[in-house]
């Protein structure tokens, strides 16, 4: 999908994702010191907002023009200095490191997907962490949401490998549940969590 796509889709709700963090995001990075963070493919802020209030410096990168102006506005809501900044991510943008770089449902078909993930890995400063949260293409057949495509759903182990090879070093790598609370009730969602530093 491109920009005026998710330009439509984010002006069809007042929220299109929840206001708190994704649940692995406040799991994995809740227990690190705050310093500079980039939430990349960033949507409405919620990952950002909240690191924001925990003390980083953040830069939130987003290619809808429409999520960036619904994600400022949470933003000042909240108070949290956040810094929104506009890119596609598949340009490799010039981002200074940062010692967190999120990759949070960010899917893509190969191999535009590897090649954003290979530079996601390079933003990340020494002793810093990359986090990757993504449905997993076992989701599709087993869990519950995501995109439809299982082109555009990743292994942990593709992922992991694309990260090492970038220079990090694979601290976790695998699937984790999460649930959704839905119509018919919660249901279990499947999503690749990948873990690393630098």
């Known amino acids: 999908m491109d920009a005026k796509s998710w330009d439509e889709r984010y002006r069809e709700t007042d929220l299109m994702w929840s206001a708190g963090p994704n649940v692995f995001v406040e799991r994995e990075v809740g227990s690190l010191p705050p310093g500079r963070a980039l939430d990349l493919a960033a949507g409405e802020g919620r990952n950002a907002i909240w690191l924001a209030g925990r003390g980083w410096e953040v830069e939130a990168v987003e290619f809808s023009p429409v999520a960036i102006e619904k994600g400022r506005a949470l933003a000042g809501r909240a108070n949290a200095a956040v810094t929104w900044t506009s890119a596609d991510l598949t340009a490799e943008p010039d981002l200074a490191s940062a010692d967190l770089v999120l990759h949070v ?92 530093r630098r």
């Open 105 to 196: 449902y960010l899917h893509l078909p190969q191999p535009a997907a590897e090649h954003v993930l290979r530079h996601a890995a390079s933003l990340v400063a020494p002793g810093g962490t990359l986090l990757v949260v993504a449905h997993a293409r076992r989701n599709l057949t087993e869990g519950y949401g995501g995109p439809p495509d299982p082109a555009l759903l990743p292994d942990p182990d593709e992922v992991a490998a694309t990260v090492a090879a970038a220079g990090l070093e694979v601290e976790h790598a695998g699937e984790v549940i999460r649930t959704v609370e839905t119509e018919d009730g919660p249901r279990d969602a499947i999503d690749v969590l990948v873990r690393a």
